[in-house]
């Protein structure tokens, strides 16, 4: 019951989301009130994403800067990621390397990227609507299951740690290590990240699923 209220939760937050368009990622105040939504309804990694996107679109944007621990060093706002402070102002630079990467979290999904961060929350919330539309379409059919785990996404922004491994693909699904690569650094990526999603979620639906089976 726990999981089913959280997941109406979500759907709910993706409506309201919808409802808007994309304009409503330069929308600070918006994306706040979303944000206080969220983390009403439990969905705490989808209010830490919504309020990290009121920061991007309004640096100073008192709601979101009292969520999320902002602090004023030498007259500017900045956002601590991990040890280290970050002026809010920059927060939609690209980390430098995949050491600096964003860590993400939602109702299903992990993900970690070195993309700019509006890319990857954008990634991370068309993951979970992508997850929406596949439970839609083939839960009762496949008989798919709720995953117990979070799945765990790598969206590499620059090609060099992107894995040699992957044979020259622009991405793939391990699931030995229950991961997914994806090579974002140059366009078009987004159709091969939904790609890859379709064998992630199928997997983690079936397989992996408790009292689950079947292959894709």
Not at 136 to 153: A, G, H, K, V
Request: include cysteine.
């Amino acid at each position: 019951d726990q999981v089913d209220s959280r997941v109406r939760h979500l759907d709910s937050l993706l409506d309201r989301m919808d409802a808007r368009g994309p304009s409503i990622m330069k929308d600070g105040d918006a994306l706040a009130e979303l944000a206080q939504f969220a983390a009403a309804s439990r969905l705490s990694g989808e209010a830490n994403l919504l309020f990290l996107a009121a920061l991007l679109a309004n640096p100073e944007q008192p709601v979101a800067l009292e969520a999320l621990g902002c602090r004023e060093r030498k007259g500017s706002w900045s956002y601590k990621k991990g040890s280290k402070w970050i002026r809010n102002e920059d927060l939609g630079l690209a980390p430098e390397n995949w050491k600096g990467r964003w860590e993400l979290n939602s109702t299903h999904y992990k993900v970690e990227s070195n993309q700019p961060l509006g890319n990857a929350i954008r990634s991370v919330l068309d993951l979970e609507r992508f997850y929406r539309q596949f439970m839609e379409l083939f839960q009762q059919e496949l008989t798919l299951l709720e995953p117990l785990e979070s799945m765990d996404f790598m969206i590499h922004g620059d090609a060099a740690s992107y894995p040699e491994t992957s044979g020259g693909r622009k991405g793939r699904f391990y699931p030995g290590d229950l991961l997914t690569h994806i090579n974002a650094s140059s366009p078009p990526w987004h159709d091969t990240l939904l790609h890859e999603a379709v064998h992630h979620v199928f997997y983690m639906t079936t397989k992996r699923a408790k009292g689950g089976k079947g292959d894709i």
